[in-house]
Nanobody
Framework: QVPLVESGGGLVQAGGSLRLSCAAS????????RGWFRQAPGKEREFVAA????????FYADSVKGRFTISRDNAKNTVSLQMNSLKPEDTAVYYC???????????????WGQGTQVTVSS
């Protein structure tokens, strides 16, 4: 069973918005730090954003600061990524991730979803 399931990807024009969601299959993930990574064709997977279990602390890659917002609903066991002012360079497969703790953006989670494609056309 895949522990994390992403939804909300799709095709959008540059300047548009998308909202990704990640649902967890087990209640314990509501106590974990959660976040998002992305991988563009021919590139390594990179950190995008993460949020502590309480939601008190958030972390963002410099490339998305001011455009993306991560949030969570522990009652629903979901995490969302609101993506605004999208650029063609945001095109990638976006992966949801989870790990018990997070201290900074150098984060190496062990639990992953299968990914959802985001394509931004110019």
């Amino acid at each position: 069973q895949v522990p994390l399931v992403e939804s909300g990807g799709g095709l959008v024009q540059a300047g548009g918005s998308l909202r990704l969601s990640c649902a967890a299959s087990e209640r314990i993930f509501s106590t974990y730090a959660r976040g998002w990574f992305r991988q563009a064709p021919g590139k390594e997977r990179e950190f995008v954003a993460a949020i502590s279990w309480s939601g008190a602390n958030t972390f963002y890659a410099d490339s998305v600061k001011g455009r993306f917002t991560i949030s969570r609903d522990n009652a629903k066991n979901t995490v969302s990524l609101q993506m605004n002012s999208l650029k063609p360079e945001d095109t990638a497969v976006y992966y949801c991730a989870a790990e018990p703790n997070i201290y900074n953006s150098q984060w190496y989670p062990n639990y992953w979803g299968q990914g959802t494609q985001v394509t931004v056309s110019s």
